[in-house]
């Protein structure tokens, strides 16, 4: 068994609403081989797994799995069921799974489900699943993981799984997010997360925000300059000041008395820290081991206090104390260490909400200030303070005191988040009780503000050892997000087969009317506000997350293709807005893909994603899209769902509208909103920009799309005629349906690349210019399976009488040549008395197609890629022809001009 490929799926996708990992799975000699097959398996394993029995399976209650086992399952299955008791061992809490078949021999995608906070860049599902094969192969060969190695092997995925997992305080900003519904994305492995959309958009790196004034995080950073900014406010702080010298350390000691503390003056979770120095020699001991650029401060009396600020509000206090252990009469300091450190919630770092404590020489000098070793045992009851420091990084805990902290104590601590400019402050106090007023400054300073953390640890509260937890993630969100706002900015998914670029485009044109900036991903590239920021094909989910995560951006239009799906997942959770086009055949044989109802699962996808009181807007006239609106996921959720048509008579259309449901229709040569039995002109078909006078009835429909959803989202429907008015397809929506002049000859340039796509373009043409007056340049991708590329070329050879066919630049794993000799073999035994030519590269073709070309006639060109087309184009003179065809019988001087330059262009002859 081993795994060829591993892909990861980044949001919701076709087998669950979560992310997931794609692991393509080959079962070697494991072949046809059923767990039954080989005697005693199911028991070894068991026995290896314990928890395997608990796992539900297709049966849905505990035990199911050891049925299967039982009963005989494949090793895929195996592997996918242990992959995930690997997961739960080491507390990645995880439970879906699912293993199915490629339709290749012992070859099987194994799915299992990802915590949604884990980096997609993240090795471990990887790691686990090839732990998981091997487990299963030393089982199935007779033996099983000796406990040792697998608890070894158990350690090493769990330390990897901590590692990679959120830290408490971003966790808890995360899990408050997802509450009120905001989206949120962590970057990579590290603490930065992005939440909300668009011009909604905020972001947070653990509890520091984008409103974070880095003026105030640099003051928090440096001990000496806060302490004495608060000092000039009258906020009561200990005396001391900066040493860059031993000498200034030992005279500032001399000026302050002791006891005094010594530390960093930029230090962080307490390293280096010391306090009870009482003599010169401790304070040049500690200055040496600092280095240089110490604080030297009086220590203040009384008790380790916490006070965490946001929005100028106080969300949580807390207690903290240093760590210590507490005897037993029998277990020396070491072993009590060990116990502490047994506990749960401890780890290294800051991933869990307490730190294991480490004995080190800290830990050493403070038991031997009290004449303590590692090794003495304390009596029953007995403290042992191990460090001065109650900083939780250093072992300590913590004990809830939010609702026993004084006003007096409220009013400074908001002082000082607001003197720093500190939209969330943790506040360091020792204060005799944070219960009681705060001594006033009489002379000496003997309690106050120790320090401020700019971007303070969360742990304290949200997992106090005593006391009640606090939920200042979401305070800290609250703030960020207020107003209850989601964070959101309204967006439109749009899927089908064909139609759906220029959908997109259309509905954006429609929705920016408003004035409101729109972001759209194409598969021609990523526009923000009408301006294009990538070329690419871009409908997959990094495109849309490129659109989302814009800060201009107010509304978005995200077209979402098949690949995209199937290969990442969607790139949002949720959309206010669904569009499906139409469902027909292409594409299959691609990405486990065999039947259009294959592909009307993916595209159901977009459908199921559409919130709970959102729009999905169907296409009546395709039975496939029509079959969605009856899906579980789809009917479930409280979706208004409008229709669109060209058929007023379509029995759904009907039923919908006497139900007094809305929908979009052609009617007598109008587009027409109907909503029950209230109809509404909007525009005449022959007005609309690229129909070229009625003559493209597919426009009708892409344009009744973009209309209903664009009205979904506030469009008026007064300004609508207007909008689409200016809509320019040859600017606006290159590349589809795009008319040229080049003399007396046309030239309609469109990606059609499949059967209905292609049979709808020459549709259009023959009403414009009639069966007989069409010549093809046409290439077809080399990745469609032969029956497509055969039904492509039948259509063609009944719509064309000339043709050219060449080669895309990207075979697609074709050899050169076998696209178009497929084709033209099929077009001929179609079409006997077919004119065809086969040449090399779409200049050669559209020059070949050209000189075909009569006056009056028109090009139809498929092409590959818009850019180096257009240029092409632009060099031979061809212009925009505005909508208005070249008819043969328009006068004429002489030869056509495109004829002419064609056969000046032409290099060498032809393949025939």
């Given at each position: 068994m081993k795994i060829e490929s591993l892909r990861r799926l980044r949001g919701p996708n076709v087998y669950l609403s979560r992310p997931a990992m794609v692991a393509r799975l080959h079962l070697g000699g494991l072949t046809g081989v059923e767990t039954t097959d080989i005697t005693g398996f199911t028991e070894r394993l068991l026995r290896a797994m314990p928890g395997l029995a608990e796992h539900h399976c297709a049966a849905g209650t505990p035990g199911g799995f050891v049925s299967r086992l039982r009963g005989g399952t494949y090793f895929g299955h195996v592997a996918e069921h242990v992959c995930i008791e690997l997961s739960q061992l080491i507390g990645r809490d995880v439970t879906f799974g699912r293993t199915v078949?490629?339709?290749?021999?012992?070859?099987?995608?194994?799915?299992?489900?990802?915590?949604?906070?884990?980096?997609?860049?993240?090795?471990?599902?990887?790691?686990?699943?090839?732990?998981?094969?091997?487990?299963?192969?030393?089982?199935?060969?007779?033996?099983?993981?000796?406990a040792p190695r697998l608890a070894e092997q158990l350690a090493g995925l769990a330390a990897l799984a901590e590692r990679e997992a959120t830290g408490?305080?971003?966790?808890?900003?995360?899990?408050?997010?997802?509450?009120?519904?905001?989206?949120?994305?962590?970057?990579?492995?590290?603490?930065?997360?992005?939440?909300?959309?668009?011009?909604?958009?905020?972001?947070?790196?653990?509890?520091?925000?984008?409103?974070?004034?880095?003026?105030?995080?640099?003051?928090?950073?440096?001990?000496?300059?806060?302490?004495?900014?608060?000092?000039?406010?009258?906020?009561?702080?200990?005396?001391?000041?900066?040493?860059?010298?031993?000498?200034?350390?030992?005279?500032?000691?001399?000026?302050?008395?002791?006891?005094?503390?010594?530390?960093?003056?930029?230090?962080?979770?307490?390293?280096?820290?010391?306090?009870?120095?009482?003599?010169?020699?401790?304070?040049?001991?500690?200055?040496?081991?600092?280095?240089?650029?110490?604080?030297?401060?009086?220590?203040?009396?009384?008790?380790?206090?916490?006070?965490?600020?946001?929005?100028?509000?106080?969300?949580?206090?807390?207690?903290?104390?240093?760590?210590?252990?507490?005897?037993?009469?029998?277990?020396?300091?070491?072993?009590?260490?060990?116990?502490?450190?047994?506990?749960?919630?401890?780890?290294?770092?800051?991933?869990?909400?307490?730190?294991?404590?480490?004995?080190?020489?800290?830990?050493?000098?403070?038991?031997?200030?009290?004449?303590?070793?590692?090794?003495?045992?304390?009596?029953?009851?007995?403290?042992?303070?191990?460090?001065d420091t109650a900083n939780l990084s250093t072992g300590g805990t913590s004990r809830d005191v939010t609702d026993q902290v004084h006003p007096d104590v409220t009013r400074i601590c908001r002082r000082v988040a607001a003197l720093l400019g500190l939209d969330i402050a943790g506040i360091d106090l020792r204060l005799p009780d944070v219960a009681a007023p705060v001594p006033p400054v009489a002379g000496v300073t003997t309690a106050g503000v120790i320090e401020v953390n700019a971007v303070p640890g969360l742990r304290m509260h949200l997992a106090p050892v005593e006391g009640r937890p606090r939920d200042v993630g979401d305070a800290i969100v609250r703030a960020m997000f207020p107003g209850g706002s989601d964070g959101r900015i309204p967006a439109v998914a749009i899927t089908g087969t064909n139609g759906k670029t220029t959908v997109t485009r259309l509905t954006a044109h429609l929705l920016s009317g408003s004035g409101l900036r729109v972001g759209t991903a194409t598969s021609d590239g990523v526009a923000i506000d009408g301006r294009v920021v990538q070329v690419a094909d871009a409908t997959g989910p990094r495109s849309a997350q490129m659109v989302l995560g814009d800060p201009q951006v107010e509304m978005a239009v995200l077209e979402t293709a098949r690949g995209g799906l199937l290969r990442r997942g969607l790139g949002y959770d949720w959309s206010d807005v669904g569009v499906i086009t139409n469902i027909t055949a292409d594409h299959l044989g691609q990405d486990g893909l065999d039947s259009v109802e294959d592909l009307a699962h993916v595209k159901a996808v977009v459908a199921e994603r559409v919130r709970d009181g959102g729009t999905l807007v169907l296409n009546a006239d395709d039975p496939w899209v029509r079959s969605l609106a009856d899906r579980p996921r789809v009917r479930a959720d409280h979706k208004r769902l409008v229709w669109f048509s060209l058929d007023p008579q379509n029995p759904v259309l009907a039923g919908h509208l006497a139900r007094g449901g809305s929908a979009y229709l052609l009617h007598d040569g109008w587009l027409v909103q109907a909503t029950g039995a209230r109809r509404t002109p909007l525009l005449r078909l022959a007005e609309v920009p690229g129909a070229y006078g009625g003559a493209a009835l597919h426009v009708a429909a892409n344009t009744l799309a973009a209309i209903a959803?664009?009205?979904?989202?506030?469009?008026?429907?007064?300004?609508?005629?207007?909008?689409?008015?200016?809509?320019?397809?040859?600017?606006?929506?290159?590349?589809?349906?795009?008319?040229?002049?080049?003399?007396?000859?046309?030239?309609?340039?469109?990606?059609?690349?499949?059967?209905?796509?292609?049979?709808?373009?020459?549709?259009?043409?023959?009403?414009?210019?009639?069966?007989?007056?069409?010549?093809?340049?046409?290439?077809?991708?080399?990745?469609?399976?032969?029956?497509?590329?055969?039904?492509?070329?039948?259509?063609?050879?009944?719509?064309?009488?000339?043709?050219?066919?060449?080669?895309?630049?990207?075979?697609?794993?074709r050899p050169r040549g076998e696209v178009s000799g497929l084709v033209e073999r099929e077009m001929r035994a179609r079409r006997p008395r077919l004119t065809a030519v086969r040449t090399e590269g779409f200049r050669a073709a559209l020059t070949s197609a050209l000189e075909m070309a009569e006056p009056g006639d028109v090009v139809l060109v498929i092409y590959e890629s818009w850019g180096p087309l257009r240029s092409f184009l632009a060099g031979l003179g061809a212009v925009p022809a505005a909508g208005v065809p070249v008819h043969a019988a328009l006068p004429s001087a002489g030869p056509g001009a495109g004829l002419q330059l064609a056969r000046r262009l032409t290099g060498s002859p032809a393949r025939r």
């Open positions: 078949g490629t339709g290749a021999d012992g070859v099987y995608d194994v799915i299992t489900e990802c915590p949604a906070d884990e980096s997609p860049e993240s090795p471990l599902p990887g790691e686990l699943l090839t732990a998981a094969i091997g487990l299963v192969l030393q089982v199935s060969a007779g033996g099983g993981p000796a408490p305080s971003t966790r808890s900003i995360i899990e408050a997010a997802r509450r009120r519904g905001i989206p949120v994305e962590r970057f990579d492995d590290l603490s930065l997360v992005r939440l909300g959309w668009g011009h909604r958009r905020r972001m947070a790196w653990a509890a520091m925000t984008d409103r974070t004034s880095a003026v105030g995080v640099d003051i928090a950073g440096d001990k000496h300059v806060t302490r004495r900014l608060l000092d000039e406010a009258g906020v009561p702080v200990a005396a001391g000041g900066a040493a860059g010298t031993e000498a200034e350390a030992i005279r500032l000691f001399g000026r302050l008395g002791g006891p005094v503390v010594v530390k960093p003056r930029n230090g962080r979770h307490g390293r280096a820290v010391a306090l009870h120095l009482t003599s010169a020699e401790d304070v040049r001991r500690v200055f040496a081991a600092i280095g240089g650029d110490a604080v030297v401060e009086r220590q203040l009396d009384g008790r380790d206090y916490r006070v965490l600020v946001v929005a100028g509000e106080v969300v949580a206090a807390a207690e903290r104390v240093a760590a210590h252990v507490v005897g037993d009469g029998r277990a020396t300091i070491t072993e009590l260490i060990d116990r502490v450190n047994a506990d749960p919630r401890r780890g290294t770092g800051h991933s869990r909400v307490l730190t294991r404590i480490t004995v080190d020489e800290t830990v050493r000098r403070v038991l031997a200030r009290d004449g303590r070793t590692p090794a003495t045992v304390l009596a029953d009851g007995e403290v042992a303070r191990l460090r959803a664009a009205r979904a989202l506030g469009a008026r429907p007064e300004t609508l005629a207007d909008r689409l008015a200016e809509f320019d397809p040859a600017a606006d929506n290159p590349g589809r349906g795009t008319l040229f002049r080049l003399g007396d000859v046309s030239l309609y340039l469109d990606y059609a690349h499949n059967p209905a796509a292609l049979a709808t373009t020459l549709r259009t043409l023959h009403r414009l210019w009639g069966p007989d007056r069409c010549v093809g340049a046409v290439t077809l991708p080399g990745d469609r399976r032969a029956d497509l590329l055969a039904a492509s070329a039948q259509v063609l050879a009944d719509g064309l009488t000339r043709v050219v066919l060449y080669e895309d630049e990207d075979l697609r794993g």
